[in-house]
């Protein structure tokens, strides 16, 4: 259920912009408003949710580590998994949010015979991240063909070079051959692989399952299934000048493709997909690990509060933690002796 829910949810949006699209003035509906509320809404809740992680307090330095921290002058420290300056930080998070470090050292576990525990390498997770990220920013870099006017020449290079095959006509694009293919390998890792399988939930597959809508319409409007190019340009210039015009019969198609692509942009702030913007605000992520450099003090101290040292402690409990059998640090002074008591007065024999 975890996967069909996801993947009837999906069919569902494409089956509504579907009808939508051809009823009287679905087309405005499908091509201006939902894409305008759309991306309002994006831009606000993406703001309102980095300025909320933004403004939550980080007490402690949690740099998550994996290599020497810097120490002595004869050990060799590791800058870029263990960094102690600002810079360290810096290329740490280059590598980070460009080349998936911190994946590209993901580790698998086996149960083999004995029973025995084993570790391996899993760059394929890596690669296949990898490769969808990229894909889909070649892929969002080649839109801006139809909202700008002329064409910045980075479009036309990156074009060129998407499509240095040339197979076919019109020219197949690598990066959308790419792009379907890492995301059927991350659905099927999440689906083969029992420990994921049991992990997973709806939310995982449904973004999957998304995004494979949005690519799949995106292939058929250029290869199989033409849709009126010129009028998609127009509109799109028209959504990016906030002048929208639709004319003529674009096809329905491409308010499928265009409808799944604003439920991605509504969804996107509220799911993990939000990994994009805060990576750059993960406290394991982005502090220098200089714990035996500096002395972090929490600020949610309360200054009106005198620090307590277990000598203290001790001196102000030692007699409870005496009779409660707890070893203590000093012993208990001796008891004062008491005076004897003062005999009464014996009456007269």
Known sequence: MRILYPFLAVLALVLISFVGAKMPGGQSLFGVVIPYLA??????????????????????????????E?????????????????????????????????????????????????????????????????????????HWRLFTNPVPSFVTKLELADGLLQVGVPVLYQSDIILLLALTFLFLR????PQLRYISLASDYFPLFLIMGIGITGILMRYFIRVDIVSV??????????????????????FIHLFLVS???????????????????SPTRNLANNNRMVRHINPWNDTSIKPHSYAGYEDEFREFMVNAGLPVEKELPPAAEEPPAAEEDKPAE
């Open 233 to 254: 340009k127009e509109l799109a210039m028209g959504l990016a000048t906030f002048k929208p015009v639709i004319k003529g019969d674009i096809g329905v198609l491409f």
């Open 39 to 68: 991306f309002f809404a994006f831009i606000i809740f993406f703001i309102k949710k980095i300025i909320y992680w933004a403004k939550s307090p980080v007490p402690f330095r949690i740099p998550t580590t994996s290599g020497q």
């Open 190 to 193: 999440r689906v083969i692989r």
């Open 70 to 142: 810097k120490s002595l002058p004869w050990i060799k420290q590791n800058k870029t998994d263990c960094p102690s300056s600002t810079g360290g930080v810096i290329g740490r998070m280059f590598l980070e949010v460009f080349l998936f470090r911190s994946l590209f050292k993901n580790t698998k576990t086996d149960v083999e015979d004995g029973p025995k525990l084993v570790y391996g390498s899993s760059k394929y997770l890596w690669l296949f991240g990898l490769l969808f990220h990229y894909s889909f920013l070649v892929i969002f870099l080649r």
């Open 263 to 281: 439920c991605l942009m509504v969804y996107f702030p509220f799911s993990k997909l939000m990994h994009m913007g805060g990576v750059f605000l």
